[in-house]
């Protein structure tokens, strides 16, 4: 076990190193480029999460991207039974018949995913897809269309590359599992 920034969060391990999380979205942006080759795509992030992965996917993506960003925040006592969420931050870009990526950190139960592209499909897009960077595909409760993730992970608690304990560790390089307190 190890201390990490400023000795407030302990680690047990390093999941996925920063070599490892930078090869896995480079094969990402390559597996995009390909298959949006000559279609506009609009790329949106969830934020605060998949900031670091949204950051270095779309310098990945080899293409005439257009980004934008949503965000949203839980609704005490609702957002973790039914995924039900509120927008705190919509996105400005009209994505009407346009190609939408969804690109979060991590995807768990996918209700919450499933809420925000329920929003999305209002907007009228020509489809819309996700990319995330971590799946835990034990977990799923709701049919979302993941076509594009980095990692599979089990119930682990995970810190760094945009996730957080309480706000702290997104800024950290790499993916690494926390000490659960006893």
């Known amino acids: 076990m190890s201390l990490i920034l400023g000795d407030s969060i302990e680690?047990?391990?390093?999941?996925?190193?920063?070599?490892?999380i930078q090869s896995r979205v480079r094969e990402l942006g390559a597996q995009i480029t390909e298959d949006y080759k000559g279609e506009e795509l609009i790329v949106i992030g969830v934020i605060k999460g998949?900031?670091?992965?949204?950051?270095?996917?779309?310098?990945?993506?080899?293409?005439?991207?257009?980004?934008?960003?949503?965000?949203?925040?839980?609704?005490p006592d609702t957002?973790?039974?039914?995924?039900?969420?509120?927008?705190?931050?919509?996105?400005?870009?009209?994505i009407t018949d346009k190609h939408v990526l969804i690109v979060e950190d991590v995807i768990r139960t996918g209700l919450t995913t499933a809420y925000l592209i329920s929003n999305l499909e209002s907007k009228k897009p020509?489809?819309?897809?996700?990319?995330?960077?971590?799946?835990?595909?034990?977990?799923?409760?709701?049919?979302?269309?993941?076509?594009?993730?980095?990692?599979?992970?089990n119930d682990s608690w995970?810190?760094?590359?945009?996730?957080d304990q309480k706000e702290i560790g997104r800024n950290i390089p790499y993916?690494?599992?926390?000490?659960?307190?006893?």
């Open 11 to 20: 680690i047990n391990k390093t999941v996925y190193d920063e070599e490892v």
């Open 50 to 75: 998949s900031l670091y992965f949204f950051s270095d996917l779309t310098r990945a993506i080899d293409l005439p991207i257009k980004i934008d960003m949503i965000g949203f925040g839980n609704i």
């Open 79 to 94: 957002t973790s039974k039914t995924g039900v969420v509120r927008i705190t931050k919509d996105i400005d870009i009209d």
């Open 126 to 153: 020509k489809d819309i897809n996700l990319c995330t960077m971590l799946l835990n595909p034990n977990r799923l409760l709701a049919t979302i269309p993941v076509k594009y993730y980095g990692f599979e992970i």
């Open 158 to 163: 995970l810190i760094g590359y945009g996730l």
């Open 175 to 182: 993916i690494a599992e926390l000490k659960r307190k006893e």
